[in-house]
């Protein structure tokens, strides 16, 4: 049983610059070149009564994609849906439902043409709408977090906490979703020119009734927002041999379009564009990786079996593909992805290959047939290569943690998020794995840190917001230029020039090597 | 196939009156010079020299059959032996007497078989029974014995360029006693035995020193042996066994070239080339020493290349026809009447001609295929670049182009005489400046040679060249130019800006701007003043080089003033002045670069908070608000007071 700790109270105090108004002026001019900055102070959390209390994360309560153009006239609603979780719901509610959305979107639509509504706050739940292709609309609902409480009575009254659930942060989720059904499927509009509708609604019928089980939405946090990629640090001779790498497999299998090398789950190179290779790397490391990581740990289809190619030992495998290349029998297929190209889209087999802690992508039109011919000899060519890197790789990184020594390391908890890159770091959550993503803070304390990124996506400029949270937590967020930081501290009586100069220092060790105004 | 003769005969050879019975033809192999000798000189003595045009023309009287005949060094004083017993000595020194003197050989009963000058009044008879170190003393036109050493001679070989006199002994001739001269002293080195492939009995001379032949290779002396196949020893063909001969220590057994055939050898060495003509089939092959077997521990070499004959080579007809232009005839090559001499030195007695044998590095690029080892081949030649340089553009242009692998094997060779050159040159800079060098004769420049192929040569020679082309893939081209900077790095070499600014360009032609991206999110693409403006300027297009651009500005930390220009020039006005403050910069900028800037960005407040920050620095460091005339802010003074009023001004702090 967790203590709710939650905030009672929220004061801000704002000092602008540029903003002020006449009067203010006189002292103006002495904060103005410190800095913008807002603090907050969250006061005290509430105590945890003795009642007995039962907690509710927020959950998926509907999910469904309709076209109001499919169905126009009354009585042929039903065909407005092309899909609907769950699906068991009674047909009429899913018409509400849908026609409720519609009608949301259409009357707001009326205050801001141009930007229809994103979300509909309510007691019990939240919805979310998103329109990703013309008319085509997609929509969440989301039961807020709730607290179950007995009363004296032995009654149970149920609390929900609306304010704790982010718009940004299940709206990008959505938008996720989305995304992650374009990259192995195309557009929507790809389906209909295709198969018509029939082969719509399959399509996402086929594709959500497996996403929608691997969505977390009670882990979901400031990260879903950014969306973004981490990039494994490497000098500059390792980064070098790299490419040397991906450049000679490339030139020796013409086949290949585009390339992409990670080391531990982190990005070292992509051939794809960014934005594809962020929907990629979500998939990759929220769903491929972790799910050859756990026979890996049981010890089954271990890696640990090396396979002898001529004389040289290597630990190579296809993640997909083939899952033995032994086996001249087994059947296999590459999943195939969508990505973009000059003129619109094009399909692409999508190869994922491992050796130890190194992995590469290899990406190939998917009008090209892939024989078992040219798994073996892409094996044979890339599996030692690939095996001798990333011990390379390893040993590099090693011994630049011995020379930046433990004491490097940092003893905070950050979140850094660069938009032009979308270069993404975080202390603060542990290792993902295929089924949550644990951190190792509080809730609420995430939840500050969406709250900010909330308000520094209002204002253009560059700004800083300092909050004081619970017990001796500090929230501090900085936003210079493209990129974003947010630090949590944790000291015993801090005040506000302390832990301003703490952050100073942070800045100083982990980001010196870039223009970020302090 | 002519363009596979991998060896030639000089253009330009000695010419000189062919041998005939009036006209004995002799050489010096020390200052290179044909004599040529009419009737024992008394009709003439013609010298010729290497590369003085003017030959030396003198008579003298005829004493008897001229066996020997030598100038010293510099031309100064001819020694000429005509008997076993004596060597006569004309000065040619001006104003000096040019009356003939004679030195008879100090051991009785000896005969000499010859003598050597070792510097300009310097000389060695060479006797059968020993060897005589003289100084020669023209002005009193005698001769001073400095030192002698009594030895069996069966024979003997002087190499001019070390000043090593080699002396065959012993019955069977095969153990070599070196002595080395200089200034003015002899010392004996340690003496060696040749292996003979088979011991005749009873003992006789097995040893000729027609399979002797003496030179020095990649600066170290050798001792070469024509090892002549033996029918005792099951092997396959004759062998060139090559001793090293060192000042200090034994001499050792370093290297086996193998001939795979039989017959009548004559040796040269060319460009540190170990060449071997072969007489019955009209070819030549040449051995690098250099070129490690790595299968054997012994050195043993396999020719380079396959054999070829020498360049076909034309000469003008002679005899009393050859008048104005004659078409050239053919001039016999691997002749019988040829002889050999080292270092690379063929002369052609009975037509006259003193020729240089040179090697032509194209020829091998075709010959040899392997572009790994036609590399290591090259980079060891004395007149490389060019070759190097269009083995390169071929490599990567046209229809024999190299794969990838391949190409990163040819720079990183490259690359590894590069930086050891570059590397002695800064050990040399460094022992300069700490003042090492004065009393340490031993410290040189390092010496330049043309296998050191710099990142200029390859840009200008390769490299933009081949970015050029339109028929090559954008792709290919990149990972050339990745391929060659990693390989810079592999080697530590600081690469150079124009090579950045050629990625950069292709990158951003082909509109790869996320590949760059990722280049210097990984500093591939070092820091440097000129990449970051030139990223600057790609902002229009692309965004984010903004950022990477300012970044980097930053990391150069010897840009502060270039990072507050570009925030000004965006209207960061207020960042501009706070980064320059946090670098401690904010008392010496200029007041009227930021208010012009706050002037512009059209925001009145920005104007008033930027005027009064200048206000209070000017009250803190002069003692009072107002800008001085030197800082040209009248105008934004009388703009302040226009907007805020008069009394807006800051007062003068009162004590």
Known sequence: MICNLKSTARFAYVI??????????????????????????????????????????????????????????????????????????????????????????????TFCPTKPAKSLHT????????????????????????????????????????EEIIDTVYG??????????????????????????????????????????????????????????????????????????????????????????????????????????????????????????????AGRDSPMRPEMAGNLLHYGRFLTGPPNLKDPEAKFRFPKIFVTAEDGYEELHLI?????????????????????????????????????????????????????GPEKEPQFKFIYFNHMNLAEKSTIHMRKTASVSLTSVHPDLMKILGDINCDFSRVDEDEEIIVKAMTDYWVVGKKSDQRELYVILNQKNANLIEVNEEVKRLCATQFNNIFFLD | MSEEHYLELCDNPVQFENASSVNNVFFDEANKQVFAVRSGGATGVVVKGPDDKNSIAFRMDDKGEVKCIKFSFGNKILAVQRTSKSVEFINFIPDMPTMEYSQECKTKNASVLGFCWTSWNEIVFI??????????????????????????????????????????????????????????????MSKFEIELPAVPKPAKLSLSERDIAVATIYGQLYVMYLKHHSRTVNSPGAEVVLYHLTREGACKKTHVLKLNTTGKFALNV???????????????????????????????????????????????????????????????????????????????????????LQVKLQPAVILLKDKGKLMDFLLRRRDCKMVILSVCSQMLIGGERGSLPVIATVFDKLNQVYKEYLEAEQSYTMAVESGQSRGNPSLKRPVRTQAVIDQSDMYTHVLSI???????????????????????????????????????????????????????????????????????????????????????????????????????????????????????????????????????????????????????????????????????CEEHVAYFKQVFGEQALMKPATL
């Open chain 1, 352 to 404: 994922v290959y491992k050796a130890m802690s190194a992995a590469v992508c290899f990406m190939i039109s998917a009008s090209v047939e892939l024989t078992r011919e040219f798994c073996e000899q892409l094996d044979s060519l890339v599996g030692p290569q690939l095996t001798l890197l990333a011990s390379d790789i390893c040993e590099q990184y090693n011994v630049n943690r011995r020379i930046s």
């Open chain 2, 270 to 356: 060319v460009d540190n080339l170990v060449v071997v003509h072969h007489q019955s089939s009209q070819t030549s092959i040449i051995f690098d020493i250099k070129v490690k077997d790595p299968d054997s521990t012994l050195n043993v070499h396999q020719p380079v290349l396959p054999a070829r004959s020498i360049h076909p080579y034309k000469i003008p007809l002679r005899g009393p026809t050859a008048v104005g232009s004659q078409t050239p005839v053919p001039c016999e090559l691997y002749s019988s009447t040829w002889s050999v001499f080292q270092p690379d030195i063929i002369i052609s007695a009975s037509e006259g001609y003193l020729w240089y």
């Open chain 1, 123 to 162: 007691q019990k739940n939240r919805q979310f709408f998103f329109e990703p292709e013309e008319n085509f609309w997609m929509v969440m609902v989301v039961r807020n977090p709730m607290t179950e409480k007995t009363n004296r009575e032995g009654k149970p009254t149920v609390e929900y906490h609306e």
């Open chain 1, 16 to 109: 602008r610059g540029g903003r002020e108004t006449r009067h203010a002026r006189a002292d103006y001019h002495k904060e103005a070149v410190q800095r913008k900055i807002t603090l907050m102070l969250m006061i005290s959390p509430r105590m945890a009564t003795a009642i007995q209390e039962k907690q509710y994360a927020p959950t998926l309560l509907n999910f469904f994609v309709y076209n109001p153009k499919f169905g126009p006239r009354e009585g042929e609603e039903e065909k407005k849906i092309l899909f609907y979780h769950p699906n068991e719901v009674e047909k009429n509610e899913k018409i509400r439902n849908v026609g409720l959305c519609e009608a949301i979107v259409q009357f707001t639509r």
């Open chain 2, 466 to 632: 081949f970015t050029e082309k339109k028929d090559v893939s954008h792709k290919f081209i990149i990972a050339v130019l990745m391929e060659y900077i990693r390989s810079l790095n592999l080697f530590q070499i600081t690469v150079q800006h124009y090579l950045y600014e050629l990625v950069i360009k292709t990158l951003v032609h082909h509109n790869l701007f996320y590949m760059l991206h990722q280049f210097l999110q990984y500093h591939v693409l070092s820091d440097s003043k000129p990449l970051a403006c030139l990223l600057l300027s790609l902002e229009s297009t692309y965004p984010p080089a903004h950022q990477l651009s300012l970044d980097m500005l930053k990391r150069l930390s010897t840009a502060n003033d270039e990072i507050v220009e570009v925030l000004l020039s965006k209207h960061q006005v207020l960042g501009a002045l706070r980064f320059i403050r946090s670098v401690g910069g904010h008392d010496n900028v200029s007041a009227r670069k930021f208010l012009d800037a706050a002037r512009q960005a059209g925001d009145e407040m920005l104007f008033y908070t930027i005027f009064r920050f200048f206000e209070q620095r000017n009250q803190r460091l002069r003692g009072s608000p107002n800008f001085t005339p030197g800082e040209h």
């Open chain 1, 172 to 297: 990008a989720v959505l938008q996720q979703c989305y995304n992650m059904y374009k990259l192995f499927n195309g557009t929507f509009s790809r389906a209909m020119e295709a198969g018509g509708v029939e082969l719509l609604k399959q399509k996402l019928e086929t594709f959500f009734y497996r996403y929608l089980q691997t969505l977390h939405l009670q882990s979901c946090d400031l990260l879903d927002v950014f969306g973004g990629i981490s990039f494994f640090p490497l000098d500059k001779m390792t980064y070098l041999k790299i490419q040397s790498f991906v450049n000679q497999v490339e030139e020796n299998h013409s086949l290949i379009k585009y390339t992409a090398f990670l080391y531990n789950d982190q990005l070292i190179w992509s051939g794809l564009e960014q934005d594809d290779m962020r929907i990629l790397y979500k998939y990759l490391t929220t769903s491929l990786f972790p799910r050859h990581l756990e026979p890996e740990l």
């Open chain 2, 127 to 188: 006797t059968d029974q020993g060897i005589e170190f003289y100084q020669v003393i023209p002005d009193k036109r005698s001769l001073k014995l400095q030192k002698n050493q009594s030895i069996n001679v069966n024979w003997y070989m002087y190499c001019p360029e070390t000043s090593v006199i080699l002396l065959s002994t012993t019955v069977q001739g095969n153990v070599l006693q070196p002595f080395v001269f200089r200034n003015g002293t002899m010392s004996k």
